[in-house]
T-cell receptor, first 114, second 113 residues
Framework: DAEITQSPRHKITETGRQVTLACHQT?????MFWYRQDLGHGLRLIHY???????NKGEVSDGYSVSRSNTEDLPLTLESAASSQTSVYFC?????????????FGPGTRLTVL | DQQVKQNSPSLSVQEGRISILNCDYT??????FLWYKKYPAEGPTFLIS?????DKNEDGRFTVFLNKSAKHLSLHIVPSQPGDSAVYFC????????????FGSGTQLTVLP
């Protein structure tokens, strides 16, 4: 069955370190998204991609970067982790075309920055 | 400025009764709305959606109502079951937004046995 996976599921790091969160989908979806979930804010869009070599900034992109070298993967990098980036991160993907933007989410990565 | 608002952080309902979750939006360009359900330690899962050309969409126990003039939508769950206990997120998008979703802050539904 097609799926979307994230790794690691839990990560503890220190302020200033570079961290990369992995996202892999086997749906063959062109669109991929990264969100963070914080209490009181719901899910906020960090970065998104509509295909290989395409990346775009979302609502809360400062301090984060992504790259898309193939259809299946969209890794999220925190260049220099800050305590404000402690959050739960979700990756999602969706098929192209039409207004029906149903996104399918991974299980999430809980990141703690000390 | 939150464009999608879920003003009730939590809701408790007795098993077998109706659960009504509400969502308001401010952006009149939104033309497609979705509800996602999230259990602890899992990602959100798609539940039901509605296009702005409709005012109701039903799928089993779940019905979503859209009132465009009031910029309000609601999710009805009838009858509610303990397994429905989860966080429910409302989300909205429009065709010119390149398929981005804007989420509300979520409502924790607890169905009491």
């Amino acid at each position: 069955d097609a799926e979307i996976t994230q790794s690691p599921r839990h990560k503890i790091t220190e302020t200033g370190r570079q961290v990369t969160l992995a996202c892999h989908q086997t749906w063959n979806h062109n669109n991929m998204f990264w969100y963070r979930q914080d209490l009181g804010h719901g899910l906020r869009l960090i970065h998104y991609s509509y295909g290989v070599q395409d990346t775009n900034k979302g609502e809360v992109s400062d301090g984060y970067s992504v790259s898309r070298s193939n259809t299946e993967d969209l890794p999220l990098t925190l260049e220099s982790a800050a305590s404000s980036q402690t959050s739960v991160y979700f990756c999602a993907s969706s098929a192209s075309g039409g207004p029906a933007s149903t996104q399918y989410f991974g299980p999430g990565t809980r990141l703690t920055v000390l | 400025d939150q464009q999608v608002k879920q003003n009730s952080p939590s809701l408790s309902v007795q098993e077998g009764r109706i659960s009504i979750l509400n969502c308001d939006y401010t952006n009149s360009m939104f033309d497609y709305f979705l509800w996602y359900k999230k259990y602890p330690a899992e990602g959100p899962t798609f539940l039901i959606s509605i296009s702005s050309i409709k005012d109701k969409n039903e799928d089993g126990r779940f019905t979503v109502f859209l009132n465009k003039s009031a910029k309000h939508l609601s999710l009805h769950i009838v009858p509610s079951q303990p397994g429905d206990s989860a966080v429910y997120f409302c989300a909205a998008t429009y065709s010119g937004s390149a398929r981005q979703l804007t989420f509300g802050s979520g409502t924790q539904l607890t169905v009491l046995p």
